[in-house]
């Protein structure tokens, strides 16, 4: 396995925002939505994720510098990141990525929404429905911006005054 450090491309004195923009720029560069679904890139991604996953925390830096990545198997709960971890830990500390438009400015000049967070549901199906596949019905409850208000809580051409639509929240719920 290669050192943490050097896959970073950062000295072992750096400080947590060295270690924190070196992984920002180098996750940028090897994201899987950057690169076509490239495996090299991919895979490099992960690497990349799971030497600023163990470095970012103190603890773990601290066992990774005394042993190495044998420290941090040592019942710290490390293992090896997948893809799907590796996304989320850059989602988590970045506050979110949609893919090409961040990368490539695709959001310049406009309030395009962010998408949300994922939703997860669990539903039961059969042996015969997982075989040959169904179609199902969900209704999933969730929040519009307020078309009164357009999601700042205050009557129109008022500051002082709440939307009567959305109650001075911004949101108004309803099911899909």
């Known amino acids: 396995m290669a050192d943490f450090y050097n896959v970073l491309g950062v000295e072992r004195t750096a400080a947590d925002d060295e270690i924190k923009k070196a992984y920002r720029k180098l996750a940028m560069a090897y994201h899987p ?3 076509g679904g490239s495996k090299e890139a991919e895979e490099k991604f992960k690497e990349i994720t799971e030497a600023y996953d163990a470095l ?3 603890q773990k830096r601290a066992a990774y510098d005394r042993y190495g990545e044998a420290g941090l198997r040592g019942g710290s709960g490390y293992h090896h990141v997948d893809l799907s971890e590796a996304l989320g830990i850059f989602m988590r500390d970045f506050g979110g990525f949609s893919g090409l438009d961040d990368l490539f400015g ?3 000049g406009g309030t395009n ?3 949300g967070a ?3 549901i669990t539903m039961t199906l059969t042996l015969a429905e997982v075989a040959s596949g169904v179609e199902k019905e969900l209704k999933i409850k969730v929040l519009d911006g307020c078309d009164r208000c357009a999601g700042s809580g205050a009557e129109p051409g008022s500051k002082a005054r709440q939307c009567a639509t959305c109650a001075g929240q911004g949101e108004v719920r309803r099911a899909q």
């Open 106 to 108: 695709g959001r310049q």
């Open 33 to 35: 939505d950057r690169n």
């Open 113 to 115: 929404p962010r998408t």
């Open 56 to 58: 970012r925390d103190p």
């Open 118 to 120: 994922d939703v997860k």
